[in-house]
């Protein structure tokens, strides 16, 4: 009997030991399976993942990517087998079920199982309150996603929606030509108007590409030498600040492209509305309560009319936090000076002010920062 007693200790330790690691097989399982099941329109277990996901942060600045490749990133893999642990209401066998449901290899659900719920168990609570909060702004899922576009997918999109549109063009002025011949020498006689449908933007919105470009002949490959142009880059200060690259200029989907060498690429949006499919899902012009919202509680920034004014100086701990955006405000409203008075100056203030309701506060630019 002392024996047993031994090797039950000697045993133990080593099974807890080894449920509190998962093996890179079952890590590429899960992921596997995720990604699958993102691509199917309106799955609750990966939609509602990815939403908790973008929410918390542990999304990244591309939720697409992450969660088509979550086996790459250990935080967010954790995060994602965290809320479908409280997707299942932190219940282990309906934990279980769900895992099989999105058909994992039958020997990677046990140890995921195992693993989760001993990771989580002391934060049952805490979940379960998180997920009543977080159903209740919930609107369902986004999924049927693709594969997130490489720089060469972006290239070859936008190449074929310049060649459509070119073709588009070519036809409209042909029978601009036609209908202006078929008239001629006849008196009185309107002129059949030309009706060709506009062609419909096939060009690629994803921003995610553009953390992967490194130099600027890349941004030419992909958007047309026509789209690209270079300009000074200028900070907050109001200095130059190196070289930029705008896409699009002096449109609304105008977008500027900053490579600052082995500190990775700053891509900042400044005009709205726009096409482009921006991280978080937030960009210029959105207001003040979808930056809160996203960010998960209230945050601080500079007043207004002041140096550094409408910048954001503190993400107060939210999802943002330690994100490298960097959101710049704007108030609409500022007609009225005894409103406007409250928000300028050398002073901070918090998001949830309620002077700022009245004055129509939106995201003025919006800079991502990405590392190599």
């Not at 329109?41 to 990244?60: C, F, K, M, V, W």
């Not at 992450?66 to 932190?90: E, M």
């Not at 309701?357 to 991502?368: G, M, N, Q, W």
Request: proline share 5%; net charge negative; with cysteine.
């Amino acid at each position: 009997m002392k024996r047993f007693f031994i090797l039950a200790a000697l045993f133990v330790p080593v099974m807890l030991s080894a449920q509190a690691k998962l093996s890179q097989t079952v890590i590429n399982d899960f992921s596997a399976r995720v990604a699958a099941h993102y691509q199917l329109p309106h799955d609750s277990i990966t939609g509602y993942i990815a939403e908790q996901l973008t929410r918390s942060g542990n999304a990244g600045l591309d939720i697409d990517s992450t969660v088509f490749d979550l086996k790459k990133d250990p935080v967010a893999l954790d995060a994602a087998l965290k809320y479908l642990y409280q997707y299942s209401d932190c219940n282990r066998q309906r934990f279980i079920a769900n895992l099989r449901s999105m058909n994992l290899e039958t020997n990677s659900v046990f140890p995921l199982a195992t693993y989760t719920a001993n990771k989580y168990k002391n934060d049952t609570k805490a979940l379960l309150d998180d997920k009543k909060d977080f159903l209740a702004t919930y609107t369902g899922p986004v999924t049927g996603k693709k594969p997130p576009a490489s720089i060469a997918d972006v290239a070859a999109a936008n190449q074929a929606a310049a060649v459509a549109e070119s073709n588009a063009n070519a036809a409209a002025e042909s029978n601009t030509a036609a209908a202006g011949n078929s008239n001629t020498g006849t008196e009185n006689t309107a002129a059949p108007a030309a009706s060709t449908a506009p062609a419909t933007d096939t060009r690629n919105w994803e921003v995610h590409p553009l953390f992967q470009v490194r130099t600027p002949e890349q941004l030419v490959e992909m958007y047309g030498a026509n789209n690209v142009t270079q300009h000074d880059a200028i900070n907050l200060a109001g200095n130059k600040d190196g070289e930029a690259y705008v896409i699009y200029p002096d449109t609304d989907n105008e977008l500027e492209v900053q490579f600052d060498g082995e500190n990775g690429n700053i891509v900042t949006f400044s005009h709205f509305p726009s096409k482009w499919k921006s991280p978080y899902g937030i960009k210029a012009g959105d207001p003040l309560d979808k930056l809160a919202k996203v960010n998960g509680r209230p945050f601080k920034f500079n007043a207004f009319e002041w140096t550094n004014g409408g910048t954001v100086s503190s993400w107060n701990g939210g999802a943002l936090e330690g994100k490298s955006v960097i959101v710049v405000l704007k108030a609409n409203n500022t007609g009225d000076p005894k409103q406007y008075d409250q928000v300028t100056g050398d002073k901070t203030l918090r998001s949830d002010l309620p002077a700022l309701k009245k004055l129509d506060v939106v995201i003025e630019s919006i800079a991502f920062k990405a590392a190599n």
